[in-house]
Structures are given as structure tokens and as C-alpha cells.
């Protein structure tokens, strides 16, 4: 198995996709038992180039360390989810635009709650671009003289018990003071991104 140069690369590409699938459409549960077979498969396949390495001594030698290196990049990546942590950052800057276009229909009053199950969520007209993961609905939430707007952005849904990831445009002084004390309780999870946006975790 990953015996040429050629299956290599084919791994690691899949593995890049398998990336990029996980972050706009693998659902929570999934996602656990997929990253722990995903470390243990590296761990193990690092392992047994190792093994390689000692027993076959010069033969093959750089293809295997090449593997061996390979392997714990891959496992190290997984583990802490950097692919997960790169892609958000790219979709962020990529579907800005896009982003602030769907504000300013909630804005004008074109976006509202439109689905029986929530007053809160509004489902769009169309599932791609992705714009908010889990099914591109976003959250609408106005204050009670209706004068300021929240819009939130799923950038990871759970629809169990662990927190949700958000996207959040605000012009809400008081959910302001509320995302703004979670930054400082948890900056790893919650920050400012520019004017009225920030990325939170949780409620």
C-alpha cells in the first residue's frame, strides 16, 4: 500500500479533499469517529515505515523516510485540525462579499425567518455558494424596536448538545457586549474579525 510515489500523492490529495468535505458537510458525530480513525491510521502507517526503515535497511531507504515524514505531518495535522482552521480563514476572506450581500437583504427586510420549525432561521433560496455550513440557513435576530440586526453564519452546526461555530454581523450594542465578553473569557474561540463581525463559538 502507498507503494509508488504516484499512490502517495493520490492519498494525500484524497486526504485534502476529505478535508474540505469535512468542513462544509460531515455532521458532528461523524466527524469524531472520522478524525480518531484518521490519527490512528497515520500513527499506525508511520509506525510500520519505521518498522520498514530498521529492517530493510538501505534499501528503499528515502522513499521511506520521505513516508515516514509524510505520515507524521499528516497524523500532526489531523490531530490539531490545522486543515479545518486554514479552510475557515479562506472561506472567511473568500465569501465576504457574498456575505455582506446577504446583511444587506436582511437589512432591507428582502431576508427573514422563514422556516415553521424557528423563528430565527431563515433558510436561502439556493444551496451553493456554501455560505453557512449545515444546510445554508443563517440566523436572523432583531431587537425589540426592530432598528438593529444580527446575522449569524454557521461556520460549524451542531444540531446536539456541543456548541455551535458562527460567523456573526452585528449592529446590536448589547450582543456586542455579549460577543465581546466572550472574547476575553475564551479568545481561542471567539474573536473580532473587522467592523460588526466576529467569529464565536457557543450560544
Not at 432561521?121 to 455550513?133: D, I, K, T
Not at 458562527?166 to 474561540?189: G, L, S, W
Request: glycine share 6%; proline share 4%; with cysteine.
Amino acid at each position: 500500500m502507498f507503494s509508488t510515489p504516484k499512490r502517495v500523492v493520490w492519498m494525500v490529495a484524497a486526504w485534502a479533499l476529505l478535508m474540505l468535505i469535512n468542513y462544509y458537510y460531515v455532521p458532528f458525530f461523524i466527524l469524531g469517529i472520522e478524525w480518531l480513525g484518521l490519527c490512528l491510521f497515520f500513527l499506525v502507517a508511520t509506525l510500520v515505515q519505521v518498522v520498514r526503515l530498521v529492517k530493510n535497511g538501505k534499501s528503499g531507504w528515502l522513499f521511506r523516510v520521505q513516508k515516514t515524514l509524510l505520515f507524521i505531518t499528516l497524523l500532526l495535522l489531523t490531530f490539531y485540525n490545522m486543515p479545518g482552521k486554514l479552510i475557515e480563514k479562506a472561506d472567511w476572506a473568500i465569501l465576504f462579499n457574498r456575505r455582506m450581500q446577504i446583511v444587506a437583504q436582511v437589512r432591507s427586510g428582502e431576508l427573514k425567518p422563514n422556516v415553521s420549525w424557528n423563528g430565527w432561521v431563515c433558510e436561502l433560496p439556493y444551496e451553493f455558494p456554501v455560505v453557512s455550513n449545515g444546510g445554508n440557513d443563517i440566523g436572523i435576530a432583531r431587537n425589540a424596536t426592530g432598528d438593529t440586526v444580527t446575522v449569524s453564519f454557521w461556520v460549524f452546526r451542531n444540531f446536539f448538545d456541543a456548541p455551535s461555530t458562527y460567523f456573526v454581523y452585528t449592529t446590536d450594542t448589547a450582543e456586542i457586549r455579549h460577543i465581546e465578553n466572550k472574547i476575553r473569557e475564551e479568545p481561542d474561540h471567539n474573536w473580532k474579525l473587522r467592523d460588526n463581525w466576529y467569529r464565536t463559538m457557543g450560544d
